[in-house]
């Protein structure tokens, strides 16, 4: 694709547990298309391994409500009522688009339908699981929250499940092969 292109965004989202930082690392290795990763931004503090700029931008709650009154996030959100925001920074999208790269958004639905707002040609990709018991199984075999938090995370997961029919494709992650090369190929043909 030529540099002078205008590039595409691309919005991934799904519940929690589904998969989707798997599925990701592994299409943008496959794509045929430009793909970048905009870097999140949150107020939550690192979890052993994450970077700073690489995993997610780390900011402190002052930050965070500055970029939000000066209208720099495209979206941002409260996530799981535990105080801490999330948001992507128009910095992040914009230049790189123009730059004719591709834009992966991985965020959820009302993520994903504040950007639309902003991008309605984004290409939307929704990922579900194979059954309701499958993430659950998952989000178990993690060990990283208590029953609290993983009946929270599966409420929401229905949520966001009802939510799927606003997006343009739909990509069950039951074979990580044949869902990567599903996603590829809407990303080829779109």
């Known amino acids: 694709m030529a540099e ?3 590039g595409r965004l691309v919005i991934i989202s799904g519940p929690s547990g589904v998969g989707k930082s798997t599925l990701l ?11 970048v990763m905009s870097v999140s931004a949150t107020t939550r503090g690192p979890r052993p391994g994450e970077r700073d700029g690489v995993d997610y931008h780390f900011l402190t709650e002052e930050d965070f409500a500055a970029k939000r009154s000066r209208g720099e996030f495209i979206e941002c959100f409260e996530v799981f009522g535990k105080g801490h925001w999330y948001g992507t920074l128009a910095d992040e999208v914009g230049p790189r688009l123009e730059r004719g790269k591709w834009v992966v958004l991985e965020v959820d639905v009302k993520g994903a ?5 902003r991008y309605p040609e984004a290409i939307t990709i929704f990922i579900g699981p194979d059954s309701m018991e499958e993430l659950e199984r998952r989000l178990r075999g993690r ?3 208590d029953e609290a938090a993983i009946q929270r995370r599966l409420g929401q997961a229905r949520e966001e499940l009802a939510a799927a029919k606003q997006y343009k494709y739909h990509v069950v992650n039951d074979d990580l092969d044949r869902a990567v090369g599903e996603i590829c190929n809407i990303l080829t043909n779109a």
Do not use: D, F, R
């Open 113 to 117: 339908m504040a950007v639309t707002e």
């Open 25 to 35: 690392a592994q299409v943008l290795k496959q794509s045929e298309v430009p793909l």
């Open 4 to 6: 002078n292109c205008q």
């Open 143 to 145: 060990e990283t929250e």
